[in-house]
């Protein structure tokens, strides 16, 4: 179902902590149903008192596209890389997103409290999600920087783990409307896998479609995210079977994770690869939140 008005823009992060520049600074942790009666009582009661008919503060969120950064993207291929032979894959390695309603689209208080009840959807200040004051052009720019820092980052924590930072290894990453940093992991898995894959000829997949999440610094740590909980379900609606999350958000992700995906938490580039190859191998103990 779309969101409000039929107007939403790709997101994927809304949750990893950044301050007062922009929405990541919002919390999707998603309450069970009887946490919700009880949470939301009062404020429904007092936007029916005073709300009427008149638009909502309010974004709503759902689960977004997906992309495998193994293939192409609208055309095209998702990692280029010159200068070092580069692996044909099997499987795929796929980012994930959620879609939140544009700071134009008028939000109304039945979308609000449809909202609030769904477990295929999240309502949060619309302040929240976006910087007050910035322009959809401005919010545009930010997010592009932030995808463009997230993948020099994915691709110096690749090259690093394999230890050929120091090579004339070129790579290019290119995905069409997604901003920000959340695709970094997934970015840095790819790379590996189509330089080295396991280390011993296969593929970090398997074979599998492997979803996931996670931001990246250039020395290998992943980083929290948000949206995890609409991210999983949008993992599973395109195949995904595995889901890589970052282990501190493992309760968000278990609190509505659709049936047939199995969570693996990663704190690093290195054990995310670590379980990927245990995985695949049926070798060694693979992570479980």
């Given at each position: 179902?779309?969101?409000?008005?039929?107007?939403?823009?790709?997101?994927?992060?809304?949750?990893?902590?950044?301050?007062?520049?922009?929405?990541?600074?919002?919390?999707?942790?998603?309450?069970?149903r009887?946490?919700k009666?009880?949470?939301?009582a009062?404020?429904?009661v007092?936007?029916?008192?005073?709300?009427?008919?008149a638009?909502?503060?309010?974004?709503?969120?759902?689960?977004?596209?997906?992309?495998?950064?193994?293939?192409?993207?609208?055309?095209?291929?998702?990692?280029?890389?010159?200068?070092?032979?580069?692996?044909?894959?099997?499987g795929q390695?796929?980012?994930t997103?959620?879609?939140?309603?544009?700071?134009?689209?008028?939000?109304?208080?039945?979308?609000?409290?449809?909202?609030?009840?769904r477990?295929?959807?999240?309502v949060?200040?619309?302040?929240?999600?976006?910087?007050?004051?910035?322009?959809?052009?401005?919010?545009?720019?930010?997010n592009?920087?932030q995808?463009?820092e997230?993948?020099?980052?994915?691709?110096?924590?690749?090259?690093a783990?394999?230890?050929?930072?120091?090579?004339?290894?070129?790579?290019?990453?290119?995905?069409?409307?997604?901003?920000?940093?959340?695709?970094?992991?997934?970015?840095?898995l790819?790379?590996?896998?189509?330089?080295?894959?396991?280390?011993?000829g296969?593929?970090?997949t398997g074979?599998?479609?492997?979803?996931?999440t996670?931001?990246?610094?250039?020395?290998?740590?992943?980083?929290?995210?948000?949206g995890?909980p609409?991210?999983?379900?949008?993992?599973?609606?395109?195949?995904?079977?595995?889901?890589?999350?970052p282990?501190?958000?493992c309760?968000?992700?278990?609190?509505e994770?659709?049936?047939?995906?199995?969570l693996?938490?990663?704190?690093?580039?290195?054990?995310?690869?670590?379980?990927?190859?245990?995985?695949?191998?049926?070798?060694g103990?693979?992570?479980?939140?």
């Open positions: 179902m779309p969101p409000p008005g039929g107007t939403s823009q790709p997101f994927e992060a809304l949750g990893e902590a950044r301050g007062p520049r922009g929405y990541d600074d919002v919390v999707l942790t998603r309450l069970t009887p946490h009666l009880a949470a939301l009062v404020p429904v007092a936007l029916l008192a005073t709300a009427g008919l638009p909502l503060p309010f974004s709503v969120a759902q689960p977004g596209l997906t992309a495998d950064v193994l293939g192409e993207n609208k055309g095209t291929q998702v990692i280029t890389i010159t200068g070092a032979p580069v692996r044909e894959t099997s390695l796929r980012m997103t959620i879609e939140a309603t544009s700071p134009d689209t008028r939000v109304d208080l039945p979308d609000v409290i449809d909202g609030w009840f477990t295929d959807q999240a949060m200040p619309r302040d929240s999600v976006y910087p007050s004051g910035d322009s959809v052009r401005e919010i545009e720019r930010y592009r920087e995808m463009e997230s993948q020099d980052e994915a691709t110096r924590a690749a090259l783990y394999l230890g050929r930072a120091d090579e004339d290894i070129d790579v290019r990453l290119k995905l069409a409307d997604v901003g920000g940093p959340s695709a970094g992991l997934l970015f840095s790819g790379i590996v896998d189509k330089l080295d894959g396991d280390g011993s296969g593929d970090l074979g599998r479609v492997v979803a996931g996670g931001t990246i610094d250039a020395d290998g740590t992943v980083g929290a995210v948000g995890v609409l991210k999983t379900q949008a993992a599973r609606r395109d195949g995904a079977t595995v889901f890589l999350v282990e501190a958000e309760s968000d992700a278990r609190s994770l659709p049936e047939g995906l199995r693996v938490p990663v704190t690093t580039l290195k054990g995310a690869v670590d379980a990927l190859v245990a995985l695949e191998k049926g070798t103990e693979v992570p479980a939140c």
